[in-house]
């Protein structure tokens, strides 16, 4: 049995706890986090992988696999990189349901919520619409098989 | 005791200056508040945010054929304010002036009735390399609808136009040059007047995009001869939703209408709708009373000011952080011309201009990242965005110092 999501979510709002809502701490944390995520294969930092925001590229790769979906993605922005691991640590190997049904509440509470105030200026906020856009996508062709 | 020769040295008392700034006084992050994001917006002196409050508190009616006091009260501050930004920049005439919702208004009005009158097919419009999207999209359009071809004048490695360049663009087909006085991203300050009289010299009109020059640099239309000239006042301490176009008398008189409603009509009958004099023929609408009403309190704050005096000041601003972010291994100036005006660009070869934003976010600095609407300088200079500090006149030495001081200690800070 895998972890509820929301679960996860409290976990990463205590580890940044820690950091006592001090700023700095919390954007280089998110830039750590961001430089353990393995870096995409060249090969799929291709524009048709490309979630463009207005300040930072996003690369974002998918595949589903037993009724759950896998995430592989990549960012230029280290800040970006950082929130994207967290989103994959909530919903890589998750059903479409799973994902769909989620409130992503981790992210105004570790006081991020700046990241994707403006849709524009951030790849963040697409990326979270492409990454429940592929799940819903998933979610449709199972339903059709 | 003061005597007459300290205070010609005076430098700008910054520190009265910004006492008369409520925002400037606040903690961001836990850190005073280093506001350099003056290219994208000033911030507002309490005699705007008064002015602003009066209106509403005391005047507030609808200007124009109205025949009761408040109106006729609201009317004549209206008026007040264009025969003011008349003066600021010295047009001939209080009729030249058009109001409208800022730059990128003006710059589309311009485009939308003078081009649409004028361009045909295979003429020629030019723009330059460093030019603010809203000096290029307007342009873009009107020439895809009449077939007409959009040229664009090249920047020296520094961030100059090239002049020689440009003089070679000039044809007897170029009907319009559209060029910005101080580039926003790389804050270069271009020698309009020569390219003012060079466009004239073959016969073409000129619309200066003066968002930012208007604050940094003392404007005369009239010496400069400038056919058009568009700024908005959000940028000029004043309020947002203001623009406006200056232009010559017989190019406006000229100009179709660009939007039809009340305010800019003479008469009106099903048949047929004879329209208003200037300004009124661009004004339909209820324009943005309030607004423009306060930007005459935001022109009389610069005319407080010892301008000469404000413009070394924000000068000596932009050399010290240029010279203080180039001793900073790792970090490179984007934009290095001899004149400029109020920005300085700048990017480093380890942190992402994006994620550098947020660190200095975290320290209370804003300063404003990405491409700054300039994308196709971005290309042009192969970098995808930059840091961007912009100053004002209430910015202090101190500021650029914890500015260098908090990029120092970042750059130093992300390499372990």
């Known amino acids: 049995m895998t972890q509820p999501i929301n679960d996860i979510q409290e976990e990463i709002i205590e580890e940044f706890s820690l950091l006592e809502g001090d700023l700095e701490s919390t954007v280089f944390y998110i830039m750590e986090l961001g430089n353990k995520l393995p870096a995409l294969d060249p090969r799929y930092q291709v524009d048709e992988n490309l979630v463009k925001g207005c300040q930072s590229k996003v690369w974002l790769t998918t595949r589903?696999?037993?009724?759950?979906?896998?995430?592989?993605?990549?960012?230029n922005t280290e800040v970006t990189k950082g929130l994207i691991s967290l989103l994959i640590r909530l919903w890589n190997g998750r059903t479409p349901e799973e994902i769909l049904a989620s409130d992503l509440f981790f992210i105004n509470r570790i006081g991020m919520s700046r990241v994707i105030g403006s849709q524009r200026s951030n790849g963040f906020a697409s990326m979270i619409k492409q990454m429940r856009l592929y799940a819903l996508g998933y979610q449709q062709k199972a339903a059709a098989n | 005791m003061t005597t007459l020769t300290d205070i010609k040295k005076a430098p700008v008392d910054v520190e009265a200056i910004r006492q008369r700034f409520p925002a400037l006084h606040q903690q961001v992050n836990g850190y005073p508040l280093v506001y350099l994001d003056n290219a994208a917006t000033s911030q507002k002196p309490q005699e705007v945010i008064d002015a602003l409050r009066r209106y509403y508190?005391?005047?507030?009616?609808?200007?124009?054929?109205?025949?009761?006091?408040?109106?006729e009260r609201s009317t004549a501050n209206f008026e007040e304010t264009r025969k003011a930004i008349q003066q600021f920049i010295h047009?001939?005439?209080?009729?030249?002036?058009?109001?409208?919702?800022?730059?990128?208004?003006?710059?589309?009005?311009?485009?939308?009735?003078?081009?649409?009158?004028?361009?045909?097919?295979?003429?020629?419009?030019?723009?330059?390399?460093?030019?603010?999207?809203?000096?290029?999209?307007?342009?873009?359009?009107?020439?895809?609808?009449?077939?007409?071809?959009?040229?664009?004048?090249?920047?020296?490695?520094?961030?100059?136009?090239?002049?020689?360049?440009?003089?070679?663009?000039l044809t007897e087909k170029t009907r319009m040059v559209s060029v910005a006085h101080v580039s926003n991203?790389?804050?270069?300050?271009?020698?309009?007047?020569?390219?003012i009289d060079l466009a004239h010299q073959a016969g073409a009109r000129v619309l200066i995009d003066a968002a930012q020059g208007i604050v940094h640099c003392r404007i005369d239309v009239q010496a400069l001869d400038c056919d058009f000239l568009a700024f908005s006042g959000h940028k000029m301490y004043g309020p947002t939703g203001t623009g406006v176009l200056y232009g010559k008398r017989e190019l406006l008189e000229a100009m179709p209408p660009y939007q039809g409603?009340?305010?800019?009509?003479?008469?009106?009958?099903?048949?047929?709708?004879?329209?208003?004099e200037l300004p009124y023929k661009f004004e339909a609408g209820t324009p943005n009373i309030g607004d423009v009403v306060t930007l005459k309190t935001a022109v009389e704050f610069i005319n407080g000011l010892d301008r000469d005096a404000v413009i070394a000041h924000e000068e000596h601003l932009v050399r010290k952080t240029m010279q203080g972010l180039e001793q900073i291994p790792g970090i490179r100036l984007i934009g290095t011309a001899p004149h400029k005006a109020g920005v300085v660009s700048f990017v480093s070869d380890h942190i992402h201009h994006f994620d550098l934003g947020m660190m200095?976010?975290?320290?209370?600095i804003a300063i404003r990242t990405g491409h700054h609407c300039t994308e196709p300088l971005m290309s042009l200079l192969n970098i995808e965005g930059t840091c961007r500090a912009s100053f004002a006149v209430y910015n202090t030495e101190q500021e650029v110092d914890y500015l260098l001081q908090a990029v120092r200690a970042l750059v130093e800070k992300k390499k372990k």
Not at chain 2, 261 to 276: D, W
């Open chain 2, 185 to 195: 991203t790389l804050g270069t300050i271009n020698p309009i007047k020569d390219v």
């Open chain 2, 57 to 71: 508190e005391q005047d507030n009616a609808n200007i124009h054929r109205g025949i009761h006091t408040l109106a």
């Open chain 1, 64 to 75: 589903f696999e037993g009724g759950k979906v896998y995430f592989m993605a990549d960012s």
């Open chain 2, 360 to 364: 200095l976010d975290a320290r209370g």
């Open chain 2, 261 to 276: 409603g009340g305010e800019m009509i003479k008469e009106v009958t099903f048949a047929k709708t004879t329209y208003n």
């Open chain 2, 91 to 169: 047009a001939g005439e209080a009729e030249e002036i058009v109001f409208t919702s800022g730059t990128t208004g003006s710059i589309n009005l311009v485009a939308q009735t003078y081009g649409r009158k004028y361009l045909q097919e295979d003429d020629e419009v030019i723009i330059s390399s460093l030019e603010h999207h809203s000096n290029i999209v307007p342009w873009q359009m009107i020439c895809e609808e009449k077939g007409a071809k959009l040229k664009v004048i090249p920047i020296t490695e520094s961030g100059e136009l090239n002049l020689d360049a440009y003089k070679k663009l």
